[in-house]
């Protein structure tokens, strides 16, 4: 029981974190509620045509290989839905055998105190049994709940298409993959004489790969958004020395600028010149590459540089989303925001006016944070799970003031301005960070899910083995650190409700994860900048996961050398 420790949920963060933990001595038990590992790529996720924002090579851990996907040459590397649902069943396969319970709901999930210790205790039902359980832990580590349950608006909702008598199906798209084939079939292939018409509301990736499916399989497809997201491409694959390294890091300003030449881009007149240079090349570059027209909707997308909503397409593909836009397969109508359902009960009402014609809605608006259905109010904030109003004082120093590469943000979110995680480096929540009891793998949003999520669990097996480590004093020092954060956020993603899913975006290090990552290497007295290379080479040498494949030695070595 003192080293049994239950991770809840089977996604990327979850097995790698279980099998870390596995490696440390820790009994370990990993609960889904899926069929299959993988979380968002498990079997029964996933559908065609949906693509990651990654390349071979890049989303993997250093205990296991990844296969070269079959593709490769025609894609540049690009990883599918399948690819990863294969790697994360094989990952599975080779470290968890046994120590993954599988279709199982959790309930509940609450702590039990007595005088000297605390436990967990966690409720679940088996789905394909309908057993309920009652399950004993020493410690948690929760890596589910940020894409499990939709964000449905209530104006968009099946009752309010319902209440007005619209007659076609309402689909999130998180339920796409499992109803795919009565999509297909509910709505036949684009006829002259009975046209039948698709929907799908968002601009997301999710939106686009949906959306560049259906018109593959022959459906008539409307995407309706405000902005869709920005995406990096090239004519050819990217060089290793720009597409694996440092250099998109650099060109982003951390919370804490760890080099000269960071200072130097960041601070100075010139720099933020040289760093806002180069994303307007990147940005201009991938319209070129992607031959997007000067009046295409596809131009009306997010910044790159200030926002977090931005894709990998690495290189052109005839049946991509943007291909097939341009090629007329798929309609758009942006910039627009969908408000409701038609009285006729086969057309959705947008804000500009327009009715337009949909016998099949599909939803692509996002998730939010399940951990509310998990955790019964007590515990959240026993624990300090929830979101706390920011502290904020308008004569507070502006810490950051002398970044001249955030100079003229977007207009501040009105969200932005009144929340605050209270969960330290998105892991621990302030309130419990001396217990070592509790901590969350996932959270932290970055554009290198492998190499943050296997620092992450080395960084939590440490915290639970109780070894030496650089953290808070006492919970106060963790919740100003959080405040920090916040602030930080506040200026350098202003126009982003990051608070609206806290179990994704507790902390955001979108493009700096490299620098995110080393700070929780030195955390652990770990060696960070692990790519190498000299004063004139680091910012392009490769960063590879091989590069933590001795983590457990070199945490090991420490750990008798504190003894």
């Known amino acids: 029981m003192l080293n049994s420790v239950a991770v809840l949920g089977a996604g990327a963060a979850g097995l790698v974190t279980a099998s870390t933990l596995l490696a440390d001595g820790f009994d370990v038990l990993v609960i889904t509620r899926d069929r299959s590992p993988g979380g968002q790529w498990a079997k029964e996720r996933i559908y065609p045509g949906l693509q990651l924002n990654n390349v071979h090579g890049e989303f993997r851990f250093s205990g296991h290989e990844m296969s070269v996907p079959a593709d490769a040459s025609t894609t540049g590397g690009r990883l599918s839905g ?31 105190l007595d005088e000297d210790t605390s436990s967990w205790i966690i409720s679940t039902k088996n789905h394909s049994t309908g057993a309920c359980d009652i399950l004993h832990f020493s410690k948690i580590v929760l890596c589910t709940g940020g894409t499990s349950k939709p964000m449905i608006p209530d104006y968009l909702s099946a009752t309010a298409a319902q209440n007005v008598g619209f007659k076609g199906p309402i689909i999130h798209s998180a339920h796409f993959a499992k109803r795919l084939e009565d999509i297909l ?12 018409s698709i929907v799908v509301v968002g601009g997301g990736k999710s939106a686009q790969d949906i959306c560049a499916h259906l018109a593959s399989e022959g459906r008539q497809v409307t995407i309706i958004y405000e902005k869709t997201d920005a995406f990096t491409a090239g004519a050819h694959p990217l060089p290793d020395f720009m597409r694996k390294s440092r250099m998109l890091s650099i060109i982003s300003p951390h919370i804490t600028l760890r080099s000269r030449l960071e200072r130097f881009l960041h601070t100075t007149w010139i720099g933020s010149k040289i760093v806002h240079g180069n994303w307007d090349g990147i940005i201009s570059g991938s319209f070129k590459a992607m ?20 894709n990998d397409e690495g290189i052109p593909r005839e049946n991509g989303f943007h291909a097939q836009v341009n090629n007329g397969k798929i309609a758009v109508i942006a910039p627009a925001r969908m408000t409701g359902y038609g009285p006729d009960g086969d057309s959705v009402l ?7 014609k949909a016998d099949l809605v599909i939803l692509a608006t996002g998730y939010t944070s399940s951990w509310g259905d998990v955790f019964d109010e007590n515990t959240a904030t026993d ?27 977007p207009p501040l979110h009105d969200e932005n301005k009144r929340w ?10 302030a309130k419990n960070i001396l217990r070592r009891d509790f901590a969350i793998n996932g959270a ?19 915290y639970f083995l109780g070894d030496k480590m650089k953290l808070p004093k006492t919970p106060e020092e963790a919740l100003e650190h959080t405040e920090r954060v916040a602030r930080w956020l506040r200026k350098r993603h202003p126009d982003l409700n990051l608070s609206l899913n806290g179990a994704c975006t507790s902390d955001s290090v979108f493009w700096t994860w490299p620098q995110h990552s080393d700070e929780l290497l030195e955390d652990m007295y770990l060696p960070s900048l692990r790519s190498g290379g000299n ?3 680091w910012p392009f040498q490769v960063i590879s996961i091989t590069e933590l494949a001795t983590l457990h030695e070199e945490r090991e070595a420490l750990r008798r050398k504190n003894v």
Request: hydrophobic share 35%; no cysteine; net charge negative.
């Open 291 to 310: 031959d997007i027209p000067e009046d295409s909707p596809l131009r009306l997308t997010y910044s790159p540089f200030w926002n977090i909503h931005t």
């Open 420 to 429: 605050s995680s209270s969960i330290y480096k998105g892991m621990v929540p």
């Open 383 to 409: 624990i300090g799970l929830h979101r706390h109003p920011l502290v904020y004082d308008k004569n507070f120093p502006d810490e950051w003031a002398n970044y001249k590469s955030l100079s003229n943000p």
């Open 82 to 112: 399948q690819d990863m649902r294969k790697y994360m069943q094989e990952y599975a396969d080779k470290f968890l055998t046994g120590k993954i319970l599988f279709e199982t709901e959790i309930l509940n999930v609450r702590r039990h």
């Open 185 to 196: 079939s509910t709505i036949p292939q684009t006829s002259s004489e009975f046209p039948r």
């Open 444 to 462: 932290v949003l970055a554009t290198n899910d492998g190499y943050s999520f296997e620092v992450a669990a080395h960084w939590i097996s440490s």
């Open 350 to 356: 947008l804000n500009n006016g327009q009715s337009i």
């Open 535 to 537: 004063f004139f080479t």
